[in-house]
Structures are given as structure tokens and as C-alpha cells.
């Protein structure tokens, strides 16, 4: 698709079906947040959210988090704003020194999962003390990097369709979206 086919891409989120409202979406995020809380609290933690899908998702659950942390951000591409994924490319690695203490990657959706174990991999390599995921969306399907993968934390359970809205891309597009929707016959 052209990059500039922006009637395409009008018509994409017009087709679409919406899976989950606003008004749901951040009700989720408003449990996860207090389920990390519970277990996060006292740990003085840095979190990371992945750009660029976590991006919302990363920002809604900061502010939730009222306890100490710093926040920071790496970026790592695996599908490159197509809908099939590639191996994993690293844009821009994280700055924060997390040596010796735990880190939360925070991301849009765990899908076949392999960003995500990369990720852990190395945060595990540079010396974290223990790494955990909250991701918004887990997607459910049998064919995840290892067998049964499953996010620490995750705020909704998805079908196995291509979404976007919420930080998720539609090739670049509708992260803006203020929904989770599936893209027709995707
Ligand atoms: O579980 P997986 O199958 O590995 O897919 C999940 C990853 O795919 C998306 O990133 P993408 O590579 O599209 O980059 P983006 O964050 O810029 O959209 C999403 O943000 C996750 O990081
Ligand atoms: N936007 C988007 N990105 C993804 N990365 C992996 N799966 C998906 C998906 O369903 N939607």
C-alpha cells in the first residue's frame, strides 16, 4: 500500500470492528495498574515502555502508578508498520541504568511474543534483578514464541485478528484510535 493512500486508510478504520470502547479499555487499565501496584510497590522499579505501540499504554498506566519508579523507553521494531513480523530491529536501546534492579517493560500487545523475549533477554543480560511484562492486549493463538508465553500482566484478552487504536498501528496509522479495533477480514 502506498504510503500516501490516505483513503485507504479512512476506509480501513470505517470498516473496522470495534472490540473494546474507550470506557472498557480503561477500566482494564485501571485493574492492571492496581494488580501492579499490589505486587510493584515497594520494589523501586524502572519501567520501559516499547516504542513505538507503547506509547498510550505506557502513559495511561504511569500515572496510575503512585509509588516510587523511573519511567524510560527503548524502541525495537519487529513489524515495521506492516501486519506480519520480521526479526527483531533495535532503534534505540534503553538509557536508563536498570543494573541490579527490576525492570517492567510495559507494551501495546503481546502477539507471537518474540519482541518481548528478546527484550527480557537482554534487559537479563545488562544485569536487571528480575523482569516482568505488562502489556495492554494479550493476543490469544497457539503459535506464540515458546509454547503457553504469557504476559506478568496484561489488561484485556484479544482474538486472534490484526488491531490497532490505543498505540497499535494499521501501517503507521490509527495509533491514535480511542479503541481497540479489528481490521475487516484481518
Ligand atoms: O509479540 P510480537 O509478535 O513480537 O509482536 C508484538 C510487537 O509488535 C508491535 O511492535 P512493532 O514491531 O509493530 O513496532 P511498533 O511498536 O512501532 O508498532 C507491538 O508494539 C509489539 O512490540
Ligand atoms: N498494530 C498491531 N501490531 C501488532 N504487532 C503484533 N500483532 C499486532 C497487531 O495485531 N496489531
Not at 470505517?14 to 482494564?28: H, R, Y
Request: proline share 5%; with cysteine.
Amino acid at each position: 500500500m502506498p504510503k500516501t493512500d490516505i483513503d485507504h486508510i479512512k476506509q480501513v478504520y470505517s470498516d473496522a470492528d470495534l472490540l473494546f470502547s474507550e470506557a472498557e479499555i480503561e477500566a482494564s487499565i485501571n485493574t492492571m495498574a492496581a494488580e501492579i501496584t499490589a505486587s510493584w510497590k515497594d520494589k523501586n522499579p524502572v519501567i520501559f515502555s516499547i516504542m513505538n505501540g507503547g506509547l498510550v499504554i505506557g502513559g495511561k498506566l504511569l500515572t496510575k502508578l503512585d509509588f516510587p519508579l523511573e519511567a524510560g523507553y527503548m524502541h525495537a521494531t519487529r513489524y515495521r508498520n506492516t501486519t506480519s513480523g520480521h526479526e527483531l530491529e533495535w532503534k534505540v536501546p534503553p538509557m536508563i541504568d536498570f543494573t541490579g534492579r527490576p525492570v517492567l517493560i510495559v507494551d501495546d500487545i503481546l502477539d507471537e511474543g518474540h519482541t518481548l523475549v528478546e527484550i527480557i533477554n537482554y534487559c537479563q543480560a545488562k544485569g536487571a534483578s528480575e523482569v516482568k511484562t505488562a502489556v495492554l492486549v494479550d493476543k490469544l493463538h497457539d503459535r506464540k514464541a515458546t509454547p503457553g508465553l504469557k504476559p506478568d500482566f496484561a489488561a484485556l484478552e484479544v482474538e486472534d485478528r490484526y488491531i490497532f487504536g490505543y498505540g497499535m498501528d494499521y501501517h503507521g496509522y490509527w495509533r491514535n484510535a480511542p479503541g481497540i479495533y479489528a481490521v475487516k477480514g484481518l
